[in-house]
């Protein structure tokens, strides 16, 4: 099942600079769309911010193995929880 | 001695990844785009035949998994779940992207473990191959317990086998299948009193499910008397799922090393940079309305002369009577209408879907989200917005792929105020007239009239959904996820047939409507209560005067409601002929000024209109004020009966149609 990661300083996704690699760890809180699992952002993940549009606007990240590339909201970015 | 019709086979994979182009290569010309009766859904279906055995394609909308979030997505769900669904499935062949395999193979499993005779294609190999990434195709077959077929839609390798295959699909009973979590089996087991025939998984995937499924009413029930959180069996199943398939695809396939040769990630650095991806895209956007307006001038013309021609020709070969006027001045003229707007409503298309086949609409996606979100659309909005300007009902319907019902709704409500096509000549005909000509530095007034109300329309949705956001009530909270295809160069046959099908679309759903309204206008402008005495009086066909006629009686009936507005019962004639269609306003100005004169060598329209005197006040009718005012009423008012039908089926009631009647109306009526 899922884990809800209460370990500390976790970094949120959005935090990551532009191209700074980082690994999936797990999820902040339930309100995660299903869409980003479906897509394959699962734990052990590798991820990294390609492009962001300013003002807290949508984020392009590149994951994976085969460096599938999704764009997701700030708030979408905000539930994945990373490691760097 | 063929008993059995046609065997349905749907066709269903992730977004992006080649199944239309399979689609298109399978079936070429044979397709069509159908409604089921009383439901608001339309799909595409087509046709062909293999060793003697016929077959029906449905190309349903693409998804990741069968846990629906969109419109589009409940299709998906719906024809392969509800066994009466019109094109519930006899086999399914699953469309599989070789580069992202494990995404494609989750909806692979949910399918063939719903007990459908599976065939798994796995196409985009040229790409994979280009990355470096090879399949054993013997150890796929055995992983996947399944038929595998290799494919590259581009240049058609693996046609010729997935033909075959098609003919042989088969279910076989996969070893390895989910297993449901036991806390949940006492459940399962309860509603299979209820619904014998139905499988343990597919009681499990209905209860996964966010929305209520109305075809399996106990399930739903069940669901919420035992507070079942949807979400939470939707990513058990999900993630389990993956990490079985995380071995399957070490076995079959093997990357060496990563080979990133791919261009994506340069041109991606230009496309959706912060400074120079929005030049490109208003740039690209500049280029689009230069074409709709300056390139699809010419055929326009071109179709123009040839329906007054025929016109003519008519006129002068058949002997004057009710016929004559029928043919020459409701019909021809009607069809005429609808054809008129085919160059630019193609134009439009061959772009959008060039875009789309490169890969660059989800750059625009991303890039124009963060612009709109504060106006309670998404940047998904986008391609209804811009399809908006040839014309509002494919633009309708493109609202489709966005998931969030509100930005939906709240798109679907705003693009009929984007400046369609049949706004054009309607703005062009009353600039000509009340907006002089000459230049301000190098602009020219008429030029600077018609982008202000171009760009006054735009500002108009933005500004109107900004406050209809605050009335509409969001059931579940607006998210963007967005896959980012790589760059492809694209195929011809795909934007060909693309462009050919919307076309169509248009020409046979709304040309119906404006060909009706045409032929309707036409009797009622030549009939009236008097006609009859005419007959009797004259052995000649003359046909009624306009102010007797009974579109005249019913224009001078409204003209109290639009006198405030400065307008007389001539003008009140072209505005609610317009309520069928806009355009219809050009040709009704027509007909009454040409109905009204009976010189031969009559001049031009714009020139008869100019010289229109109020007779009270001996002023210009068309003066700057009310010339203004009605281009501002076209502007704002909903006035397309077509629209109106499509924002129904599209909303799936009549209060959001009839709001947005209302609510554009008003505020054209308003504003003027």
Redesign the interface.
């Known amino acids: 099942m899922l884990k809800i990661i209460s370990l500390p300083k976790p970094l949120h996704l959005s935090q990551l600079k532009k191209n700074e690699k980082a690994i999936v760890i797990g999820f902040s809180n339930e309100e995660y769309p299903l869409k980003i699992i479906e897509l394959g952002i699962i734990e052990n993940t590798t991820i990294c911010i390609k492009s962001r549009v300013p003002f807290n606007g949508p984020i392009i990240v590149e994951f994976g193995d085969n460096n599938a590339k999704i764009a997701l909201r700030k708030n979408e970015a905000d539930c994945i929880l990373v490691k760097r | 001695m063929n008993i059995k019709k046609f065997e349905k086979i749907a066709l269903i994979g992730n977004p992006n990844v080649g199944k239309s182009s399979l689609f298109n290569i399978l079936t070429g010309l044979n397709q069509k785009t159908g409604n089921y009766p009383g439901i608001t859904v339309e799909f595409k279906s087509g046709f062909f035949k293999y060793n003697n055995n016929a077959y029906e394609l449905i190309d349903l909308p693409g998804v ?2 069968l ?1 629906p ?1 969109s419109v589009d997505e409940e299709i998906v769900f719906e024809t392969l779940l509800n066994e009466e669904h019109p094109n519930f499935p006899d086999k399914v062949i699953v469309v599989a992207d070789a ?2 395999l ?2 494609s193979l ?1 909806l692979f499993q949910q399918i063939k473990e719903l007990g459908f005779p599976t065939l798994l294609v796995i196409n985009m190999m040229d790409e994979a191959e280009r ?1 470096g ?1 090879k399949f054993d195709t013997k150890k796929a077959v055995l992983e996947l317990e399944n038929e595998v077929v290799f494919t590259n839609a581009r240049t058609k390798m693996g046609i010729a086998e997935l033909k075959a295959a098609i003919e042989k699909i088969s279910y076989k009973k996969p070893n390895h299948y989910f297993e449901i979590p036991k806390e949940y089996q006492s459940k399962i087991e309860s509603m299979k009193h209820i619904y014998r025939n139905l499988s343990e998984y597919k009681i499990w995937l209905l209860l996964a499910q966010k929305q209520s499924v109305t075809f399996y009413p106990e399930i739903t029930h069940c669901k919420t008397s035992n507070k079942i959180i949807p ?2 069996l ?3 199943e ?2 389990r799922r ?1 990490s079985f398939l995380q071995n399957v695809i070490q076995n079959v396939s093997n ?1 060496e090393k ?1 080979i ?1 040769k ?1 261009i ?2 340069k041109i ?2 230009i496309l ?3 400074f120079f991806g929005y030049i490109l895209f208003f740039g690209l956007l500049f280029i689009i309305f230069q074409a709709l307006f300056y390139v699809a001038q010419y055929p326009m013309e071109l179709i123009e002369s040839g329906f007054s021609y025929a016109s003519n020709f008519l006129k002068n070969t058949i002997p004057e009577g009710p016929i004559q006027s029928l043919l020459a001045d409701g019909l021809i003229p009607g069809i005429g209408g609808v054809i008129i707007f085919i160059p630019q409503i193609a134009i439009l298309f061959t772009f959008l879907i060039l875009l789309e086949e490169i890969g660059y609409m ?1 750059r625009v ?3 124009m ?2 612009w709109l ?1 504060p106006f309670g659309l998404s ?1 998904k909005s986008v391609v209804p917005l811009i399809s908006g300007v040839a014309c509002a009902i494919p633009a309708v319907m493109s609202a489709r792929s966005i998931e969030n019902a509100k930005e939906r709704l709240l798109t679907i409500l705003v693009t009929p105020f984007m400046t369609c096509s049949a706004r054009l000549p309607v703005y062009a005909l009353i600039i000509s007239i009340v907006i002089p000509k000459g230049d301000w530095w190098l602009l020219n007034y008429q030029g600077i009239a018609l982008m202000g109300l171009y760009i006054l329309g735009f500002l108009m949705a933005i500004f109107s959904s900004f406050i209809l956001k605050f009335f509409i009530k969001s059931q579940y ?1 607006s ?6 295809p790589i760059y492809k160069i694209p195929l011809f046959s795909n934007i060909a047939l693309g462009v050919f099908n919307k076309t169509k679309d248009f020409v046979l759903g709304a040309g119906k409507i404006i060909l009706a309204i045409s032929v309707l206008l036409w009797a009622l402008g030549t009939f009236g209560p008097k006609t009859e005495a005419n007959w009797e009086n004259n052995t000649v066909w003359t046909g009624t005067k306009l102010e007797d006629s009974y579109l005249g009686i019913i224009g001078k009936s409204i003209e109290p409601a639009i006198k405030p507005l400065g307008y007389d019962w001539k003008m009140g004639i072209g505005i609610l002929s317009s309520f069928a269609a806009r355009e219809v306003f050009v040709p009704t100005m027509a007909t009454i000024y040409s109905i009204d004169s009976d010189d031969e060598n009559s001049p031009k329209l714009v020139d008869k209109m100019r010289k229109e005197q109020n007779p009270e006040t001996l002023k210009p009718v068309y003066n700057l004020a009310s010339g203004v005012s009605l281009l501002l009423f076209y502007a704002f008012a909903m006035q397309c009966a077509s629209t109106i039908a499509i924002v129904k089926r599209e909303t799936n009631s009549w209060k959001w149609a009839l709001f947005q009647l209302v609510f554009m109306t008003g505020i054209a009526y308003l504003s003027v």
């Open positions: 990741y998994s846990f979030n580069l992202h494990r995404r989750l990355k990434i979400k939470r939707q990513t058990l999900t993630l993956y990357q990563l990133n791919g994506t990630n991606d650095s959706t940079h912060n989800s996606v991303y890039l989200d963060r979100k940047g909270k998210y963007l996820i967005l896959d980012m």
